[in-house]
Nanobody, 118 residues
Framework: QVQLVESGGGLVQPGGSLRLSCAAS????????MGWYRQAPGKQRELAAI???????DYADAVKGRFTISRDNAKNTVYLQMNTLKPEETAVYYC????????????WGQGTQVTVSS
């Protein structure tokens, strides 16, 4: 019954911006570390950004300075603001929730497509 529903993906031009949202239900949201992962065509899924329940964020080197992850525990929602997007960042972006105590509780959304192209 756990659901992570991503939204906000779409087509943007190189250098453009996009804001992704992930709405969680069926979990005690504040007990989870939230992350955004992405999988480009023909490549492995990789971590883009992660944020703890307390709001501490970490980023992949490739996105530092351009992406910002945030969360609103009252709304059970995590966001990813993506600026200055590059064509190679075209990928399906996935929302992930990992329990802060038990990694047995680990959930994924279905993903949202981000396409960076002229």
């Amino acid at each position: 019954q756990v659901q992570l529903v991503e939204s906000g993906g779409g087509l943007v031009q190189p250098g453009g911006s996009l804001r992704l949202s992930c709405a969680a239900s069926g979990i005690i949201f504040s007990a989870y570390t939230m992350g955004w992962y992405r999988q480009a065509p023909g490549k492995q899924r990789e971590l883009a950004a992660i944020i703890t329940n307390g709001g501490s964020a970490d980023y992949a080197d490739a996105v530092k300075g351009r992406f910002t992850i945030s969360r609103d525990n009252a709304k059970n929602t995590v966001y990813l603001q993506m600026n200055t997007l590059k064509p190679e960042e075209t990928a399906v972006y996935y929302c992930n929730a990992k329990h802060i105590v038990s990694r047995h509780w680990d959930y994924w959304g279905q993903g949202t497509q981000v396409t960076v192209s002229s």
